[in-house]
Every structure is written in structure tokens, then in C-alpha cells.
């Protein structure tokens, strides 16, 4: 006997950038300012701009900027925060109920309510905690 499942995962990130989001053209000058000299395969995915890039070697980096800030986070960068602390600086922030914390593609990401009760999805910065990307509510 054969069982197949199928699994069926809903997103709740929009595909589009914020509307205080920096420009795709800014975006690159943000890679380019990081040190990276070619990227390849941009797109606005989950949350962020994600990428492939490189800068004077031949070695490709995956990257995810954040979309408001700019800022460039390498995928196999260790980070300064731990999960406790990640879970912490979000509570601060006024979020509740904080789970699935998982570090992936140098950055934290996490579930959580906001103060409202809405369920929402969020990318955190592993150097200070702050929210680089919140799924719609």
C-alpha cells in the first residue's frame, strides 16, 4: 500500500516591499556598499530582497537584505544573539507569545501575536534583535 500526503503551506508575506521600503535600485547600491561587486538572482521573497553575490573572489554568498534598512545579511554568518535572547528583545518589543525561533539564512525568524492577538511572522536581526521584516496582519 502507497500513501501519498500532501502538505500545503500558506504564506502570510506579502510579495511586494513595504511601502517604506527602499527602492530595488538602492537595494543594489546597498549590496554594492557591502563590498559585493556582482549579484545575481534578486528577488523580493518572505519578507526580504534575496540574492547571490560576490565581491572580489570567486565565491558566491547567499545574502537577504533587509527591504527598509538595507542592510546585508550573509546566509552562513554566525550570530550574535542566541534564541533566548532573540525571544527576549521581541517580548520587549511588545510581541507575545514568541515561538518557532529558528536561525536560517542569517537571520532569526519567529512566530508570534502582536499586542492586537494577530498571528505574525517575523525576520530578526542577529546582531541587535530588531525586526527586519513582519509578515502582514
Do not use: M
Request: glycine residues 8%.
Amino acid at each position: 500500500t502507497t500513501t501519498t500526503r500532501t502538505t500545503t503551506t500558506s504564506s502570510t508575506w506579502t510579495a511586494q516591499p513595504p511601502a517604506d521600503a527602499l527602492s530595488e535600485e538602492a537595494i543594489k547600491t546597498a549590496i554594492a556598499n557591502a563590498g559585493y561587486k556582482e549579484v545575481k538572482d534578486l528577488e523580493f521573497k518572505d519578507g526580504v530582497w534575496r540574492s547571490k553575490a560576490r565581491g572580489g573572489n570567486t565565491q558566491w554568498a547567499e545574502i537577504a537584505v533587509g527591504p527598509v534598512s538595507g542592510k546585508v545579511y550573509v546566509s552562513d554568518a554566525p550570530s550574535k544573539l542566541n534564541e533566548d535572547e532573540v525571544k527576549a528583545k521581541l517580548a520587549a518589543a511588545g510581541y507575545e507569545n514568541v515561538h518557532d525561533v529558528e536561525y536560517e539564512h542569517g537571520l532569526w525568524s519567529a512566530e508570534a501575536k502582536t499586542r492586537g492577538g494577530t498571528d505574525v511572522e517575523l525576520l530578526v536581526d542577529p546582531g541587535d534583535g530588531s525586526v527586519v521584516a513582519k509578515s502582514h496582519d
